[in-house]
């Protein structure tokens, strides 16, 4: 009998194997081949366009890239292989470098940067109108969600990750539900299926899912798809240099909206200059001072894994502090940041592969070092 399962069992799981690899949805064949995430995994999917329009050219500061990089400041950017370092202060272009082939042009995955963009645009559909309010029952929205007949998650608990929803976060286990929101062709039927485990607006947790639905409400609420809302909303109005792209679940699909907006180090800077300018951008008034007030607020009613008031995060937005100073950023998981640090009046854009695994409250260890070098080298 041993010798027969000895014999069978490496055939038994090369089926199984043979299975998941040749079945019709391909997140499994994907994360086996690709392995783990990269900056340029757009060329992997299909993209929809994110049109920008009139470029408005950044002033360059007087002092423009005259500061020379000392052999620690190079050891900082080549230590988590930043592929792009760029400072905006005073509303002015002061500093930029770039490694390798890359250049102000070179499109990298934003990763969860991408949620902050969907805060802003969840903002902007209140402004308008076409949202209520973040206090709104999801359920109004979308009635065919509805987890263990939960209707009282709100739009705010998908904005603060307190939703409550059962969600495995694993980027690395080529078997968990991220995964295959990442790899897989039909990201709405898997992200309307998740399940509710807890109460919401109690605790915080980080989770894929949150920012997805966020996004086919506002793809139902705005009938466009979200490429095109973020193009009219913000891209164009922002005056951004180039088209970004925003990878889909298949041709014709929806936006892997938790992530994947793809732009330039350049163009990510204005997002940063739009937090600074309180929602203004020119004359124009792109989101309320009101919204934008909430959503750089910490939910500090809402408690940690430790069980600590959340200090750290408002609606999709991190919220840090260095110096005595408050920053506001976005971040993605390969150490993309975008930075806005008001008692500078800067912003500080980091793009590359990598980024620090410590924590100091929440908060990758390495931002700190990107914002102590951005404020040596303005001084």
């Given at each position: ?18 299975w ?50 000392r ?127 807890e ?29 095109e ?17 925003w ?29 600074l ?24 009613y ?29 971040r ?18 980091r ?17 700190f ?7 040596k080298?303005?001084?």
């Amino acid at each position: 009998m041993k010798k027969i399962v000895r014999i069978y069992t490496p055939i038994f799981l090369l089926l199984i194997f043979l299975w998941l690899v040749f079945q019709p949805n391909p997140f499994f064949r994907n994360a086996i081949i690709y392995t783990t995430a990269d900056i340029d995994d757009y060329k992997l999917f299909e993209n929809r366009v994110v049109k920008a329009g009139q470029h408005q050219p950044w002033k360059i500061a007087e002092g423009f890239n005259q500061y020379n990089l000392r052999p620690d400041d190079i050891t900082l950017l080549k230590k988590f292989q930043t592929t792009a370092y760029l400072i905006v202060k005073d509303t002015a272009l002061l500093f930029e470098f770039y490694d390798g082939q890359f250049t102000d042009s070179t499109l990298s995955n934003s990763f969860s940067m991408a949620k902050s963009i969907v805060s802003l645009l969840i903002g902007i559909a209140i402004d308008e109108g076409k949202i209520n309010s973040v206090n709104d029952p999801i359920h109004d929205y979308l009635p065919e969600f509805n987890p263990k007949n939960n209707n009282s998650i709100t739009i705010s608990h998908l904005l603060t990750m307190s939703s409550g929803l059962k969600w495995n976060e694993s980027y690395y286990n080529p078997f968990s539900v991220t995964t295959k929101a990442y790899y897989g062709n039909n990201l709405k039927k898997l992200v309307l299926k998740t399940k509710s485990k807890e109460k919401p607006g109690v605790k915080f947790e980080y989770l894929t899912a949150n920012t997805q639905l966020l996004a086919i409400i506002l793809e139902k609420v705005t009938q466009k798809t979200l490429s095109e809302y973020a193009s009219e909303k913000l891209w164009q109005p922002l005056g951004a240099k180039y088209d970004a792209l925003w990878s889909l679940d298949q041709k014709n699909g929806i936006e892997k909206a938790y992530c994947c907006f793809n732009s330039n180090a350049r163009d990510f800077a204005r997002i940063g200059q739009l937090i600074l300018n309180n929602g203004k951008w020119g004359n124009q008034q792109i989101i309320s001072p009101d919204y934008l007030a909430k959503a750089l607020t910490p939910a500090s009613y809402l408690i940690d894994d430790d069980e600590k008031p959340v200090d750290f995060y408002g609606f999709q937005w991190w919220i840090g502090q260095h110096n005595d100073s408050i920053f506001y950023y976005a971040r993605g998981i390969l150490g993309q940041y975008i930075i806005a640090i008001p008692s500078e009046n800067m912003v500080v854009v980091r793009l590359g592969h990598q980024r620090s695994r410590n924590r100091v409250n929440h908060h990758p260890e390495d931002i700190f070092d990107y914002i102590d070098l951005a404020i040596k080298i303005s001084n």
